[in-house]
């Protein structure tokens, strides 16, 4: 049971274009909402979050834009970088007492090609 | 400013043996949760602790699996007769407190052969 879904497992962007990554959730207890970024053989990296109180959180190049009634978030990165080229998780929090409760997505690899 | 901090980074373990992977939150971040991941697949919640508490272990195989969290020290996931199947890569994270967003250390790489 996939409460979380990133339907595509890889993405390629030419850089100084715009990285449009999605994600879908089914639960409707979910509360927040998060993009980590991944490199091979590490941890995964806090890039930015968003409440369902919210419709979009900005921080520099990401933005994250989260449309509750479709239980869809994206995020996107402009301009795209090569050291962009990592996997990207989306995850979903209930909140409240559980906000370190995350489910994660599957991921996607987004490749940036100078 | 250091980040949390796991180790070992890799270990390989026979089956049978018990792997301790140890974890340090963050300086300041009291509550730690520990997920983990399986080849091709995403993170997923195994526990969450606080100082000498468990709040919650539903992510947790019902064997052969425990965490703690002492006073003192490090946090410690457990795994005693390993089998291959639990082999991945297992990251612990940190907070501050437990409404806040969570950081993750580098992870520990467990093979079982």
């Known amino acids: 049971d996939q409460q979380v879904k990133q339907n595509s497992p890889s993405l390629s962007v030419q850089e100084g274009r715009i990285s449009i990554l999605n994600c879908d959730y089914t639960?409707?207890?979910?509360?927040?909402f998060l993009w980590y970024k991944k490199y091979p053989a590490e941890g995964p990296t806090f890039l930015i979050s968003?409440?369902?109180?919210?419709d979009k959180n900005e921080d520099g190049r990401f933005t994250v834009f989260l449309n509750k009634s479709a239980k869809h978030l994206s995020l996107h990165i402009v301009p795209s970088q090569p050291g962009d080229s990592a996997v990207y998780f989306c995850?979903?929090?209930?909140?409240?007492?559980?906000?370190?409760?995350?489910?994660f997505g599957q991921g996607t690899i987004l490749t940036v090609h100078p | 400013n250091a980040g949390v901090m796991q180790n070992p980074r890799h270990l390989v373990r026979r089956r049978g043996q018990e792997a301790r992977l140890r974890c340090s939150p963050m300086?300041?971040?009291?509550?730690v949760y520990w997920y983990r991941q399986l080849p091709e697949e995403g993170l997923k919640f195994m526990v969450y602790?606080?100082?000498?508490?468990?709040?919650?272990e539903s992510g947790m195989p019902k064997e052969r699996f425990s965490a703690e969290f002492p006073k003192e020290g490090p946090s410690i996931l457990r795994i005693q007769q390993v089998v291959r199947g639990d082999s991945a890569a297992y990251f612990c994270?940190?907070?501050?407190?437990?409404?806040?967003?969570?950081?993750f250390g580098e992870g520990s790489w467990l093979t079982v052969v």
């Open positions: 995850a979903a929090s209930p909140g409240g007492t559980s906000y370190g409760k995350l489910t």
């Open positions: 639960n409707s207890m979910f509360d927040y």
């Open positions: 994270a940190s907070s501050p407190n437990r409404d806040n967003t969570i950081y």
């Open positions: 968003i409440s369902s109180i919210k």
């Open positions: 602790l606080q100082k000498e508490n468990i709040i919650d």
């Open positions: 300086k300041g971040h009291s509550h």
